[in-house]
């Protein structure tokens, strides 16, 4: 069974640091691992997805990398805004089921 | 992005009554769309897998009973929480994707408030 774990589970820094959030799963036997957002209350943002085949996907601050043998992934977020506070969850899309399987997310603040 | 949509995004109901809850796909066609419950600081968890045409998949543990899930076209899944009760109070999320491996688009999430 598929389990993912996030570490933190809560980050306080202030505005202007990097910062890397880390995300780990059982089963390496994955399609992808997708990031999302969650603001409280809100849906979930997709931000970045890697392909099992991939190492590594940008977009704008953030950079997410993936190492599938060791069962890792982190989210890089250079240059951190307050408005960038919010919950940030991985998820793994399993090969066999395609079911997204999240971890528990890190709570992320950033203060001015 | 694609555009998924889900109503109400927030619902208060008698214990006993029904609730629906609508996720609509706005600018492309899923033909399998997902329902997920999140409790307050916890992470989403897989309720169901809705196919279009045929009967949800549950994941265990889910009562099908309770939650019906009607996924009648290509762009519409309902999930109607059935006889309500305070401990099915929630957020409810769904999602669907373009692809089976693509990426996964949520929708807004409905908060359920039974008193």
């Known amino acids: 069974k598929q389990e993912v774990t996030q570490i933190p589970a809560a980050l306080s820094v202030p505005e202007g640091e990097n910062l890397v959030l880390n995300c780990s799963f059982t089963?390496?036997?994955?399609?992808?691992l997708q990031w999302f957002r969650q603001d409280p209350g809100k849906g979930l943002t997709s931000l970045l997805l890697?392909?099992?085949?991939?190492r590594e996907q940008t977009s704008g601050r953030l950079n997410a990398s993936l190492d599938k043998s060791s069962g890792r992934s982190t989210l890089y977020i250079a240059a951190s805004q307050p408005g960038d506070s919010a919950t940030y969850l991985c998820?793994?899309?399993?090969?066999?089921?395609?079911?997204?399987?999240f971890g528990s997310g890190t709570r992320l603040l950033v203060r001015p | 992005g694609a555009v998924v949509s889900q109503h109400p995004s927030w619902v208060i109901c008698k214990s006993g009554t029904s609730v629906k809850i609508e996720c609509r796909s706005l600018?492309?066609?899923?033909?399998?769309m997902f329902w997920y419950r999140q409790f307050p600081k916890q992470s989403l968890m897989l309720m169901a897998t809705?196919?279009?045409?045929?009967?949800?998949?549950?994941e265990q543990g889910v009562e099908k009973d309770k939650f019906l899930i009607n996924h009648a076209s290509l762009t519409l899944s309902t999930l109607t929480v059935t006889s309500a009760h305070p401990e099915d109070s929630s957020f409810y999320i769904c999602?669907?994707?373009?692809?089976?491996?693509?990426?996964?688009?949520f929708g807004q999430g409905t908060r359920l408030t039974v008193v």
């Open positions: 890697i392909q099992s085949s991939q």
């Open positions: 809705s196919n279009e045409g045929s009967k949800a998949t549950y």
């Open positions: 600018d492309f066609q899923a033909t399998t």
């Open positions: 998820a793994a899309l399993m090969d066999s089921s395609y079911k997204l399987i």
């Open positions: 999602s669907a994707r373009v692809s089976a491996g693509g990426r996964a688009f």
């Open positions: 089963d390496s036997a994955i399609y992808n």
